[in-house]
């Protein structure tokens, strides 16, 4: 049962008159005859009386007509609810990212982003991969750009995963690596490594060991990092090497040796995250868009 049909009797009842009911629902008489047949079909009761000099409502069409009256009341109640909340709706949407790890390509999405949306304003904020998952929980940001995403988290955070960024060993040019053609996850965990602090970055340090596990080595870590640029004052030392994906391979200067790790799981995710209860509108936008931008693009990071 349609709403216009139930309109369309409404006005019926009132008029009582198929001619004048047809003209102010602009439709033909013998549609709104019709229409009218289906809805009292539907309905299994006959809603009007009719004869050759008039026609009425019948005892169930009068109590019919009062219900529908109300229906209608109802839907359009909705539906100016509905335009209040898509009116009313925020045009903000606020972004955590890995710093130096997405701005590569994020600045180029945001500029097309940006065109597209001229209404919607971003914020943006970076901070490490723990705490933009905490900020997300705490409805501090709409979305976030994450490598790792916490198992703990799964039945609260929705996520898609963008694409894989090739695992690459960094080393200064006298390292022993640099004169290896090929570099393997087995081949490294022989040498000193440059790894991330385990207590404040677990996630980092606990993906490195899931990478070392996987070839079934372990890592000789010799000293530990805060952050990335931390690393390379340890590798212009010759301290270790230090594993980074090839989105970040920018960061570090040219007078470093940069390698690509030949296992075929050596790789990192990259992951746009939000949490499952957000109501924020444009979060749905804005992840469509950027997973058609990158498939566009067809760049790896």
């Not at 229409?35 to 008039?54: A, M, P, Q, W, Y």
Request: proline residues 5%; contains cysteine; hydrophobic residues 45%.
């Amino acid at each position: 049962m349609y709403i216009e049909r139930i309109n369309e009797f409404i006005v019926l009842s009132k008029v009582l008159n198929y001619s004048k009911a047809a003209d102010m629902l602009f439709i033909s008489q013998p549609a709104l005859s019709k229409h009218i047949h289906e809805l009292e079909v539907s309905l299994g009761v006959d809603l009007f009386e009719r004869n050759t000099h008039k026609m009425r409502l019948t005892p169930i069409g009068e109590i019919f007509y009062d219900e529908a009256v109300g229906i209608v009341k109802k839907y359009n109640h909705a539906l100016a609810a509905i335009e209040k909340y898509i009116n009313d709706s925020p045009k903000h949407l606020s972004l955590g990212f890995l710093g130096a790890a997405t701005q590569n390509f994020l600045s180029k999405f945001i500029i097309d982003f940006n065109s597209n949306h001229p209404d919607i304003s971003i914020s943006f904020s970076t901070d490490k991969m723990d705490e933009l998952a905490y900020r997300i929980m705490e409805d501090e940001l709409d979305v976030a750009m994450v490598t790792i995403i916490d198992d703990k988290l799964s039945t609260e955070i929705q996520y898609r995963h963008i694409q894989d960024s090739k695992l690459y060993v960094i080393c200064h040019p006298d390292s022993p690596i640099a004169s290896l053609d090929t570099v393997s996850m087995a081949d490294i965990a022989e040498y000193p490594m440059i790894d991330f602090n385990r207590k404040n970055l677990p996630y980092n340090w606990a993906f490195n060991r899931h990478l070392f596990e996987m070839a079934n080595v372990t890592p000789k870590a010799v000293v530990d990092v805060d952050h990335i640029d931390t690393s390379l004052l340890h590798l212009s030392t010759n301290k270790g090497f230090f594993l980074a994906p090839m989105y970040l391979l920018h960061i570090f200067p040219n007078e470093f040796v940069k390698k690509p790790v030949s296992d075929s799981f050596a790789s990192v995710p990259l992951n746009l995250i939000w949490k499952k209860s957000n109501h924020n509108p444009l979060v749905e936008v804005f992840v469509n868009e950027f997973t058609a931008f990158l498939k566009k693009n067809h760049k790896p990071y």
